[in-house]
């Protein structure tokens, strides 16, 4: 899509920086035709350009969130639900999630698997400006062993090293930009447990092997400690979960600098929400079974150096678009500082997703995705996930949603 908007000058607030982990103060930034023009104090404004007094604010980049089913709303049972809505009311719902989680102020996401497509398909729509969304990395479907987690609902299955290959390329061809390979059983497909290994690592080789020949990112979902090892081994650029890590797979991880996405909200809330709130019985006891050994295993990572990454699992059942935010604030209550779990949910998830020379940072030259807030996230990183707080969200230049927008809406013509 062209990008006419007038030029936006952010003007004096205090500016996140990724490399010092720290906010610069009086720091102006100039966003022009989508990108980032300028970051420093004193920039002129250009003619035209419509100009914002950030001062006593602070600017951060767009969160991004690596691992979403965005066509997804967290419903409790929506697994066995949503089978049997027709796609284009599920279409339409998924237009709405996405424009509930870029007003949140994630203004990308990589998306791990949603049934016909439908994540390849939001993602153009909103590429085209037809629907309001973050920027998608979309998977298309997961590829699972025959009976594996995600088979019948999120996933392709495959089986063998061919089938694999296979699997992979169709989801390329139908345009996705990220690959989902899964190494291990799950909490949400009943009957498969998580503890179990599924692909081998010869199986998840042909599939890394595809996907990066096409240049993308591999996520490889993997719980079980040989399927996280298998999935390392054979190369993938993140371990999503990553619930029973041993000190062999962290040293390999560390190795082979293989990111870490704990997705710690994911079964947070099936634990803490429980029968109560209708979720199936078997989710509530696998994720009773994870819950301890999940954030054990997440510290571990981190004492050892692990490079991590944000994100929500966003779609399992009470973990809902717009929500995105709750995980930063996990991370950091699990062990990482503040600025780092910033960190995570920008240039890090960036880097992972390889968007580093497209957004994760405010620098001149990338996209203009940042937020402009009304608390120091460092200070008080909970303030991230209170949308009272985000004075603006800006994506490619635009303000698209905050205080801000709504006050700027409001006023008379
Ligand atoms: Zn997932």
């Not at 049972?77 to 870029?102: D, F, H, I, Q, S």
């Not at 010869?202 to 079980?224: I, L, N, P, S, T």
């Not at 994911?266 to 634990?271: L, V």
Request: glycine share 12%; charged share 25%; proline share 6%.
């Amino acid at each position: 899509m062209a990008n006419d908007q007038p030029p936006l000058l952010l003007r004096g607030g205090a500016v996140f920086d990724a490399e010092s982990r720290a906010f610069r103060p009086g720091v102006d930034v100039l966003c022009s035709g989508g990108r980032i023009a300028a970051v420093r104090a004193g920039a002129a404004a250009p003619g035209g350009a419509t100009e914002w007094d950030c001062t006593g604010r602070w600017l951060i980049p767009g969160l991004i969130d690596c691992h979403v089913h965005i066509t997804s709303a967290g419903d409790p049972n929506e697994m066995t639900n949503a089978r049997g809505e027709p796609l284009p009311v599920r279409a339409w719902k998924a237009a709405e999630y996405a424009r509930r989680t870029l007003q949140a102020g994630i203004t990308a996401v990589r998306d791990l698997g949603a049934a016909e497509h439908l994540n390849i398909q939001l993602a153009g729509a909103v590429e085209s400006g037809l629907v309001e969304g973050p920027r998608i990395l979309a998977a298309g479907l997961g590829v699972t062993m025959t009976g594996g987690h995600g088979h019948g609902f999120i996933a392709r299955e495959a089986d063998g090293p061919d089938e694999v290959r296979k699997g992979v390329r169709e989801q390329l061809r139908a345009g996705a930009k990220a690959i989902k390979l899964f190494a291990s059983g799950g909490v949400m497909t009943p009957g498969v447990d998580p503890r179990s290994p599924s692909f081998t690592e010869d199986e998840m080789r042909a599939g890394v092997e595809e996907a990066h020949k096409a240049f993308r990112v591999v996520a490889a979902h993997a719980q079980a400690t040989e399927g996280i090892k298998n999935a390392i081994r054979a190369g993938v650029d993140s371990i999503e979960h990553g619930v029973w890590l041993d000190d062999e797979a962290i040293g390999l991880m560390c190795e082979r600098r293989t990111y870490l996405v704990p997705t710690l909200t994911a079964p947070h809330h099936i634990y803490h929400g429980g029968l109560a709130a209708g979720i199936p019985p078997f989710m509530v006891e696998k994720a009773r079974q994870v819950l301890e050994d999940h954030i054990a295993s997440y510290r571990a990572a981190l004492k050892a150096g692990v490079r991590v990454a944000m994100g929500t699992d966003q779609g399992t059942p009470l973990n809902r678009p717009g929500d995105n935010a709750q995980e930063i604030v996990r991370m950091a209550e699990h062990g990482l500082s503040p600025a780092a779990a910033l960190l995570a949910a920008t240039a890090w998830a960036a880097d992972l997703l390889r968007l580093q020379g497209e957004c994760g940072r405010i620098q001149e030259g990338l996209a203009a995705d940042l937020l402009v807030l009304r608390a120091d996230p460092i200070e008080d990183v909970a303030s991230l996930n209170r949308p009272e707080n985000i004075d603006a969200v800006v994506k490619a230049g635009r303000i698209v949603a905050g205080q801000a927008a709504k006050r700027r809406t409001n006023e008379p013509a």
